[in-house]
């Protein structure tokens, strides 16, 4: 590459730790100077996000020079001062010797070391080696960029034409860790190569250190810092990454975090254009539409992000680290590797059918899902296109098909469980925390669909609501629930049953009355049933959910605010509402033994029912530690897997008669 062809100017050794230099007006000499001594630099002109860059860097040296920039200079040592402290780095600061009087504030500031100016070259260098000694002494030292895992760089010897990249640089860009120079002056966008030119003629008019900013497929918007080493002539690059956000956008897929179609389709490409042998699998899933319209985009999304996990961990298994795994599009996936064997090919596709024959679990569903699976090997003269095409039409006639389920099919199948009750219930116990006293149980919905398998409560009312079903749904369950529960034995007798009404169910007119039809129909007593109601389903109206809430009350029903914390969550929202119970969501509960700040904001829920004279339900306990900590903030009841999971009629009946 003519572009790389430099003089052997000024040799830098390979020196830890690399330093990082920010200089207002004079960064690129100061880096040179830095470099010609023999250490790595990462350079900036700005303090926008320096602490950042600092620790991005792995530098143990950080250089203000504050030279004819007092103030910035100072801001920019307040600003860096915490994270070198943090790494036990050294913070040289750089000042004129008119502002030599004001080294008490840099001192305050977190600087650990001064030189003002005029000063020699080597009194800078002696300076840095001050500084290197602190950081040795105090943090250890740095292993430096190119020794982090995830760090990007590359090395270039004029005398061998040859290129070494890091590990990490090497797979972003689907290159060999020994790539051609020409590979790699295709990693930097056309637009951004005459930057990539004009910091090289730097180089080669005796600059020892210079850098370049440039789009980078993989990493978004980059710096690369240049350097020469003055003994062997080789260049040196470390890349800092500008926009960590957008990291990866241009060859990743957001949703399941693996290579998108066109970063697949290039790392294919590089390898077949370097004469390597390609090996791809494509991996279809199978019934991904009826998860999506059984159970919405959600499920949907979290089924992708599960498989894309689920085929790196075979890729890695069977082809190795340098093999690749894409979402094509849809729920298409590609594994790709070069020099690959048919057997090492084989045990890929058996491990993908054996991973992909595992349920997919979403909330508290159970998702059977299975896939279709075609491979090829590239040939001499293929190309990207050439190659999906084979393993493409492999796929095709490979057969396992499958018949979509759209929203019409699903409700059909919703429509005819209703009417040949299949619909089934489960009960959830609810417990007093203090004594672990079974009281009360809530009702929930399953339903064992024929090709997706059992669907929980939530699933399933999203469904129905997608079907046009939502009112016939609820009203089946809460009928069901009532029915069942006055026929319950007499060792039941004594807990509460709580019901779910949805906001379709408010919406009816005269609902208070047909549902007390129900439950005075059931033989189920008033006063042993909760009628549970999310916020979402009351906040349209307020006036009217308390005039409705009022008439259950008085009717001698109690009510629950269902799923507290996930909508409006306002004190003065409850306390316009005729309550007996506030139901606390399940993540609220999980997140109490997370940190303190959770701890304080259920606190703070409980707080305000107690208040308001509202007894607390906790739902979704799972563990001994929640329990403890909410019993300690004052609630009163909770529901979860820590106690049961949700129970047939018989099963509660054998639980309550047992213990």
């Known amino acids: 590459m003519t572009e790389l062809a430099l003089t052997a100017a000024a040799p830098t050794t390979e020196r830890d730790p690399p330093v990082f230099l920010l200089s207002f007006r004079q960064r690129d000499e100061l880096a040179a100077l830095a470099a010609q001594a023999g250490w790595r630099v990462v350079a900036a002109r700005r303090t926008d996000g320096a602490e950042r860059r600092l620790l991005a860097s792995g530098a143990a040296i950080a250089v203000v020079d504050a030279r004819g920039a007092i103030e910035d200079g100072l801001a920019a040592v307040r600003a860096l001062a915490g994270v070198a402290g943090a790494i036990g780095?050294?913070?040289?600061?750089?000042?004129s010797r008119g502002h030599a009087a004001r080294l008490g504030e840099f001192y305050d500031a977190g600087a650990t070391h001064f030189l003002a100016?005029?000063?020699?070259?080597?009194?800078?260098?002696?300076?840095?080696?001050?500084a290197a000694r602190h950081a040795e002494r105090v943090g250890g030292g740095s292993t430096g960029v190119e020794g982090a895992a995830d760090a990007l760089g590359w090395r270039y010897d004029p005398a061998l034409q040859s290129m070494q990249v890091t590990p990490a640089l090497a797979a972003m860009l689907g290159l060999s860790e020994t790539p051609s120079v020409r590979a790699m002056l295709r990693s930097v966008e056309r637009h951004d190569r005459g930057a990539l030119k004009a910091a090289l003629a730097r180089l080669r008019g005796g600059l020892q250190a210079t850098a370049f900013a440039h789009e980078l497929a993989g990493a978004g918007r980059v710096v690369e810092h240049l350097q020469v080493d003055v003994r062997t002539?080789?260049?040196?690059?470390?890349?800092?990454?500008?926009?960590?956000?957008?990291?990866?956008?241009a060859v990743r897929e957001a949703l399941a975090g693996v290579r998108n179609a066109v970063g697949a389709r290039r790392w294919v490409q590089r390898r077949l254009g370097e004469r390597h042998e390609v090996g791809i699998v494509l991996v279809t899933l199978s019934r991904f539409d009826v998860v999506n319209t059984a159970y919405g985009r959600p499920a949907g999304d979290a089924v992708l992000r599960t498989a894309a996990a689920r085929l790196a961990q075979v890729a890695r298994e069977t082809l190795g680290k340098r093999a690749i795994v894409a979402r094509m599009g849809g729920a298409e996936f590609l594994i790709a590797a070069e020099s690959v064997s048919d057997a090492a090919l084989a045990a890929t596709l058996a491990q993908i059918e054996d991973v992909m024959a595992r349920p997919f679990v979403v909330e508290d569903a159970i998702l059977p899902m299975g896939a279709r699976l075609a491979s090829a090997l590239s040939q001499p003269?293929?190309?990207?296109?050439a190659l999906l095409k084979r393993a493409s039409e492999a796929l095709a006639g490979e057969g396992g098909s499958h018949t979509a389920?759209?929203?019409?099919?699903?409700?059909?199948?919703?429509?005819?469980?209703?009417?040949?009750g299949e619909i089934e219930l489960r009960f959830q116990p609810q417990v007093v925390v203090a004594t672990g006293a079974l009281v009360g149980v809530e009702a929930l919905a399953r339903w064992e669909h024929p090709a997706l398998g059992q669907i929980g409560a939530e699933a399933l009312f999203a469904a129905a609501d997608r079907a046009g079903?939502?009112?016939?749904?609820?009203?089946?369950?809460?009928?069901?629930?009532?029915?069942?529960?006055?026929?319950?034995?007499?060792?039941?007798?004594?807990?509460?049953?709580?019901?779910?009404?949805?906001?379709?169910d408010v919406a009816r007119s005269n609902f208070v009355d047909l549902f007390l039809d129900w439950v005075d129909g059931s033989g189920f007593p008033r006063s042993r049933l909760t009628v549970e109601i999310t916020e979402g389903g009351l906040i349209a109206d307020i006036a009217e959910a308390s005039r409705l809430l009022g008439e259950l009350r008085a009717a001698g029903c109690r009510v629950a605010i269902d799923d507290f914390g996930t909508g409006y969550s306002s004190l003065a929202y409850?306390?316009?509402?005729?309550l007996d119970y506030l139901k606390i969501d399940r993540k609220l509960t999980q997140d109490i033994a997370g940190s303190v700040r959770d701890r304080v904001v259920v606190r703070g829920v409980i707080d305000m029912a107690r208040s308001l004279g509202l007894a607390v339900v906790a739902e979704g306990v799972e563990t001994d530690e929640q329990l403890e900590l909410l019993a300690k903030e004052g609630c009163q009841f909770y529901q979860g897997f820590l106690f049961a999971q949700p129970l047939t009629g018989a099963e509660l009946a054998a639980r309550v008669g047992g213990g």
């Open 469 to 504: 079903l939502a009112l016939a749904l609820s009203e089946h369950v809460q009928r069901k629930a009532l029915s069942e529960a006055a026929h319950w034995p007499a060792e039941l007798a004594d807990l509460r049953l709580a019901v779910n009404v949805t906001s379709v």
């Open 381 to 385: 003269d293929d190309d990207v296109a």
């Open 89 to 95: 780095g050294a913070l040289l600061v750089l000042v």
């Open 233 to 249: 002539g080789r260049v040196h690059a470390l890349i800092e990454r500008l926009s960590r956000v957008d990291a990866g956008a």
């Open 574 to 578: 409850l306390k316009s509402l005729p």
């Open 405 to 420: 389920l759209s929203v019409d099919a699903l409700a059909v199948d919703l429509r005819r469980a209703l009417d040949q």
């Open 117 to 130: 100016s005029p000063m020699k070259e080597a009194e800078f260098v002696q300076a840095l080696r001050f």
